[in-house]
């Protein structure tokens, strides 16, 4: 059975680019310009792109990168409409607005309302780059335009209600009613099993321009049993639907370009040296609300927290924190790796949990931390109290009645601000919310510089960083010792079960009692902590040669420094069982073949390993998305080009995509490395689960680099504490 429905709700598009010839866009220019000023004053500059209201829709002559600067504008021609929400996904947005700042540009964002209108608007000099397009534009414009490297991939994702009936294969979908476009690689063999007789399946066909926001809203109210929806429109709108679930990925993926004009070449060069380099660092944010089941299949346990002695630092090349550390073990055991997601207040760490940017909050809250109905926490793995703190020449306070009279001032995010309200009637003492920006540092920096006022912080962190400074005194708890949780979305039900059975088997047996009298019993030495406040600002040693020689050959140094703690541990001096030596662990048989002579010292095994990064790349597809580019040179450094081939041609057997590492080569990999019996022998195609592991640990490691570099921390100044130690 097969019905068709379009949405009557539509949205009102910001139609500017409706024109067949270049003489009918110059005759409309002036009757769009009022339209175009009022759709682009009507987006939000709090969450969107700043749409510029100066724009002018008059057809500019096509341009190059020289008049682009002279202009001091980059024009981005979009697919979309006049909504509040840019329909460009997050990652991408972030990408052209890094490109446009590196060369000092500002960004305009031009809609249109279909892929011919983009195509005109391109050609007739509207705008510069087309960005969000798939095939059907590429081949209505190959020839007029250049097209840059892959920059990713978008797939297709079968979204279902948590809670019903389980469908994991394509198979499943059957005598099921299933929302789709056509355009979907799976309508034609879905069609033709709804035409048979008996299936019980029903296509819903949605038309291409469908409100994804009505089609989530249909399936939620049970309409539809399942959608085949793109990936980014399901990181846009999902969070608002907590109530459902991505079943699976389809298997089959399309390349994401850009395309710039034909006349365009220094543009186009430009903009795929840009890609080339920083690809990577925009994919870090994907929005999925998956519970565990679906989180063991990618692997990944992504924890929100914020940066402390007891939650996560990062020194000497690997991270630590008690969070951290404990968290990691429970991802350990579930075959996972934890993931950080750094974030600046305990409402952001919230916000972001409930968008799906992170699947865990371990940051030693109380668990009363949050008053919200979508969220829940674990059983408690820590308690403590909150400290009331103050100068040490102040009088002496025993309990609450002593704080009669005084003042106690809070950051705004402060989680113990609820607590203190309600005693403040009964104790008489003033209570100040500070404004937002203001840290627990900067109040107790106040305090130590002679402030007349108290604060309160986690005892614990009072203990282990402040209690030996002789400006800065602990007074009483505030309370008893508060159960800390880990708090989880409300509907993963089976994470939350897992953190708790995890939870109770390990609180205070041997390991746990071992990392607590590791982060608790010890304090921090002077110099640690600053490592642990300071920005980051040195990943190794080598740094500045990484820096030199990932530049020369395009790729981000922070991977190639992720690579080579994988490799070597930065031990220079580091020799494998196979007599791979140095940094990046390079072959004297390997660097002769790239031409090096001589490895032994740092410099040189660290270009030869970087060259030999850039040959294997070379060897693989150029249309391939510069991701999954990335990650198959890896896994390529590791067990061989042949090998790695050997697994996507496994791949596209098992039904898996071929093109993409995570979640398909890398189980075609799998299957190669596991053992069989051959003439009585146990044999092996290959020990590949290392490069499984190997490409998987460096992808981690690199993340972590990418949110460090990024995420700013300021060093310590009058107390030996700085930023966020309001737990």
Not at 71 to 83: D, E, H, N, Q, T
Not at 116 to 139: C, F, H, P, R
Not at 461 to 469: E, L, P, R
Request: one cysteine or more; charged letters at 25%.
């Amino acid at each position: 059975m097969i019905k068709q429905i379009r949405d009557n709700n539509q949205s009102v598009r910001a139609v500017l680019i409706t024109v067949m010839t270049t003489q009918r866009l110059r005759a409309l220019s002036c009757a769009c310009l009022s339209l175009f000023i009022l759709l682009a004053s009507s987006h939000s500059t709090a969450t969107n792109p700043q749409f510029d209201v100066h724009l002018s829709p008059v057809p500019d002559q096509t341009r190059d990168l020289e008049d682009i600067y002279k202009s001091g504008r980059l024009r981005v021609l979009y697919l979309g409409g006049a909504s509040g929400e840019l329909p460009v996904p997050k990652g991408e947005q972030e990408m052209l607005a890094r490109f446009a700042s590196e060369n000092d540009l500002a960004l305009e964002w031009l809609a249109a309302a279909n892929d011919w209108n983009m195509l005109s608007g391109l050609a007739t000099g509207y705008g510069d780059i087309v960005v969000g397009q798939g095939k059907s534009l590429q081949a209505g414009i190959e020839g007029q335009a250049r097209f840059t490297v892959p920059w990713g991939a978008s797939y297709e994702q079968i979204v279902i209600r948590a809670g019903s009936p389980t469908i994991q294969t394509k198979q499943d979908l059957l005598g099921r009613r299933v929302a789709l476009n056509t355009s979907s690689g799976l309508w034609p063999e879905l069609l033709d099993i709804a035409s048979g007789k008996d299936t019980g399946t029903e296509l819903v066909e949605l038309a291409e321009d469908s409100d994804i926001n009505q089609v989530m809203h249909r399936l939620s109210a049970g309409k539809y049993d399942a959608a085949i929806i793109n990936r980014e429109a399901i990181e846009q709108f999902l969070p608002e639907y907590p109530e459902l679930t991505v079943a699976f990925n389809l298997p089959s993926s399309e390349p994401r370009v850009w395309a710039v004009s034909d006349q365009a070449p220094q543009l186009h060069f430009a903009l795929n040296e840009f890609l080339n380099k920083n690809h990577l660092q925009f994919n870090l944010a994907d929005r999925y609300l998956d519970d565990l089941p679906r989180l063991q299949d990618k692997r990944i346990l992504r924890m929100i927290t914020y940066k402390n002695p007891v939650n996560y630092y990062f020194a000497d090349g690997r991270s630590h924190g008690f969070e951290y550390d404990l968290l990691k073990r429970f991802a350990k055991d579930k075959r996972m790796r934890v993931e950080v997601v750094l974030a600046d207040t305990h409402e952001q760490m919230l916000e972001m949990l409930l968008r799906g940017e992170g699947d865990v909050i371990a940051a030693s809250l109380p668990n009363t931390a949050y008053d919200n109905e979508s969220v829940r926490f674990s059983a408690p793995y820590n308690y403590s109290a909150a400290m009331v703190v103050g100068r040490s020449r102040g009088e002496e306070l025993l309990d609450l009645r002593d704080l009669q009279g005084k003042k106690i001032v809070l950051p705004a995010r402060s989680p113990y601000f609820s607590q203190l309200k309600l005693l403040q009637e009964q104790y008489g003492f003033k209570l100040v919310k500070e404004a937002p920006g203001v840290d627990t540092s900067t109040i107790l920096s106040r305090i130590t510089d002679g402030a007349p006022y108290l604060t309160v912080i986690n005892q614990q962190v009072f203990h282990i960083n402040i209690s030996d400074d002789g400006r800065v005194k602990g007074y009483f708890p505030l309370s008893e010792s508060q159960p800390h949780g880990w708090a989880v979305r409300k509907n993963n039900e089976e994470l939350l079960s897992a953190l708790n059975k995890f939870v109770e088997k390990e609180y205070r047996g041997k390991y746990y009692n071992m990392l607590y009298a590791n982060y608790f019993d010890t304090p921090l030495q002077e110099e640690d902590f600053y490592q642990v406040f300071a920005t980051v600002e040195e990943l190794s040693p080598y740094d500045a040669l990484v820096r030199e020689y990932a530049e020369q050959y395009e790729f981000d140094w922070r991977l190639i420094v992720a690579q080579m703690f994988q490799e070597s541990q930065f031990d220079p001096e580091a020799v494998s069982y196979a007599g791979a030596e140095g940094l990046m662990q390079v072959l004297p048989s390997t660097a002769e073949w790239i031409g090096f002579d001589k490895i032994d010292d740092p410099a040189t095994n660290i270009r030869a390993g970087i060259e030999y990064m850039h040959k294997l790349r070379q060897q693989f597809e150029s249309d391939l998305p510069l991701e999954e580019r990335t990650w198959f040179t890896l896994a390529a450094y590791n067990a061989g080009f042949a090998r790695v081939s050997q697994a996507r041609q496994l791949a596209v057997e098992m039904g898996l995509d071929p093109n993409r590492w995570f979640g398909n080569v890398d189980k075609a990999m799998l299957k190669l490395a596991k053992p069989y019996n051959k003439d009585g022998k146990k044999m092996r195609v290959c020990r590949c689960g290392q490069t499984v592991v190997y490409v998987s640990e460096i992808r981690a490691l690199y993340n972590t680099y990418v949110r460090f570099t990024k995420h700013t921390q300021l060093a310590s100044l009058g107390i030996r504490q700085r930023n966020l130690l309001d737990i």
